[in-house]
């Protein structure tokens, strides 16, 4: 079964930092591209980042610049997100996702989509 | 970055309507479109890419379409099954990004 397990959920004071893991199973992550996509309570979802899992190379969204991490380990199939200096507005579910990118019959570039979830990981920042 | 902006922010069909919502980006992204269906407590699910190119799996009353700034969702014969919060996302440059999302309740 094709599928992103993630780790389960966390607790942390705010300050503190917080790693969840994402780990494939039923394909290998080597050819693909893992991003990381959250949601606070109620509210839409927030790209965070991508990492290619091939060459590491990773591209964030400025906010969390300097605050996010996003690492791979061909190894264990697994991804990994991890977010430092927590503050209460980063209670949210964090989702990773499979990164595929589309190309047609020419090659022509598509561009890019996220086609496999996982579960999503609660992350609460609370004092 | 570019803007996502979606309407309605909610819509109330019944069942067998056919049901449209747009998506408008801040500037051209030619049809680097996707869209996702969130059910409610679940992961969001690829619906569309490429603006209009059906995943595979995807039930063919989904279709999408547009170019540059302005796109659109449909479903043919909304069924009960698809409750959800609909959200579009620009692949064309980082930070990709997200519209608020379309809420779709049936009657």
């Known amino acids: 079964q094709v599928q992103l397990v993630q780790s389960g959920a966390e607790v942390r004071k705010p300050g503190a930092s917080v790693k969840v893991s994402c780990q494939a199973s039923?394909?290998?992550?080597?050819?693909?591209?893992v991003t990381w996509v959250r949601q606070a309570p109620g509210q839409g979802l927030e790209w965070m980042g991508w990492?290619?899992?091939?060459?590491?190379?990773?591209d964030s969204a400025p906010k969390f610049q300097g605050r996010v991490t996003l690492t791979a380990d061909r190894s264990t199939n697994t991804a990994s997100m991890e977010l430092t200096s927590l503050r209460s507005d980063d209670t949210a579910l964090y989702y990773c996702?499979?990164?595929?990118?589309?190309?047609?019959?020419?090659?022509?570039?598509?561009?890019?989509?996220?086609?496999?979830w996982g579960q999503g990981t609660m992350v609460t920042v609370s004092s | 970055d570019i803007r996502m902006t979606q309407s309605p922010s909610s819509l109330s069909a019944s069942v067998g309507d056919r049901v449209s919502f747009t998506c408008r980006a801040s500037?051209?992204?030619?049809?680097?479109l996707n869209w996702y269906q969130q059910k409610p407590g679940k992961a969001p699910k690829l619906l569309i890419y490429?603006?209009?190119s059906l995943q595979s799996g995807v039930p063919s009353r989904f279709s999408g379409s547009g170019s540059g700034t302005d796109f659109t969702l449909t479903i043919t014969s909304l069924q009960p099954e698809d409750l959800a919060i609909y959200y579009c996302?620009?692949?064309?440059?980082?930070?990709?990004?997200f519209g608020q999302g379309t809420k779709v309740e049936i009657k």
């Open positions: 996302q620009q692949s064309y440059s980082t930070p990709w990004t």
């Open positions: 490429a603006a209009s």
């Open positions: 996702a499979r990164k595929v990118d589309h190309y047609d019959s020419s090659g022509y570039d598509l561009g890019s989509a996220f086609d496999i």
């Open positions: 500037q051209s992204i030619t049809t680097y």
């Open positions: 990492i290619s899992v091939q060459n590491e190379y990773t």
């Open positions: 039923g394909f290998t992550l080597s050819n693909s591209g």
